[in-house]
């Protein structure tokens, strides 16, 4: 698993009577690919900062350009790569203008080890059923982008010793429609297959999620049965959201979990 800033390789085939260099030539490329990749890291880090310290001066594409080594049009596509990470980059044009950050803002790297930061793909990788999985991933994306090139270095050597092959899940739309009105607490019409394979519609309003047994649960009240009921994840075939608010069930209601059972934020 190999996360990179971004890289640009040109391969040209050797005529066949080099055909026993090739392999050296790829090392040569993939060694230069891999170094353009940490110096654009050391230098999209070294940006941030230079724009944070800028204060609301700001500061002009120009003179970064000049303090960097680089042209403008390579600074104004780091300009953007920062941007699309989530920093709080501002403009102001005109005679004057420049780049900053928003007031009070830092782009600090993120202190975790390597061990850590792959601790988070695994997790997440390992996991691709849980609930709020595709934000998971994203929100890991946000912290790689924050540590400091040395220690993403490292993170994505130790992150290729680790392989999962995680089972297949329920459809992403489904996902994705039991995650929204779980988070806006909306009534969801589902298409439900039990284990005995009778299939039903029913309207339920959603309580929690829960991981038991190596299986994800939508555990709800079941407009149906007039009850609370777990509906296996993977068996819910289709999941829409209504505009109807849910009518207020809780988490209580539900009873008390198993003595091993947690919250994922647990509090100690």
């Known amino acids: 698993m190999r996360m990179m800033v971004g890289a640009l ?6 005529p066949p009577s080099l055909t026993p260099r090739t392999a050296v030539c790829h090392h040569l490329c993939h060694e230069f690919d891999e170094g353009w990749a940490v110096k654009r890291a050391e230098r999209l880090h070294a940006l941030s900062e230079t724009l944070r310290r800028s204060g609301s001066r700001g500061v002009s594409a120009e003179r970064l350009a000049d ?4 042209s403008v049009r ?14 709080p980059v501002w403009s102001r044009p005109g005679p004057g203008g420049g780049y900053g950050l928003a007031m009070g803002a830092t782009l600090q790297p993120v202190s975790l080890s390597p061990a850590q930061a792959v601790a988070l793909m695994a997790a997440v990788a390992a996991a691709p059923d849980a609930p709020y999985s595709d934000l998971a991933t994203a929100g890991v994306r946000k912290i790689l982008d924050r540590l400091d090139p040395g220690t993403r270095a ?9 392989w999962v092959n995680a089972p297949p899940t329920a459809s992403r739309a489904t996902r994705s429609a039991l995650e929204e009105a779980m988070t806006e607490q909306r ?13 039903t519609t029913r ?24 009850a609370m009921r777990w509906f296996t994840v993977s068996r819910i075939e289709r999941a829409s959201v209504t505009r109807t608010a849910c009518s207020g069930h809780t988490v ?15 509090r100690e």
């Open 9 to 14: 390789m040109l391969v040209v085939m050797p």
């Open 252 to 266: 209580g209601e539900v009873g008390e979990p198993p003595a091993n059972a947690r919250p994922v934020y647990g």
């Open 203 to 226: 309207d339920v309003e959603p309580v929690l999620f829960a991981s038991t047994g190596g299986q994800w649960y939508l555990v709800a009240w079941c407009r149906l049965r007039d």
């Open 154 to 162: 490292r993170a994505e050597e130790l992150a290729d010793r680790v």
């Open 67 to 70: 303090e960097f080594g680089v």
């Open 187 to 199: 009534v969801v019409r589902i298409r439900y297959t039990s284990g005995r394979g009778t299939t």
């Open 74 to 87: 390579t600074v104004k596509r780091d300009l953007a790569a920062l941007d699309s990470s989530g920093a």
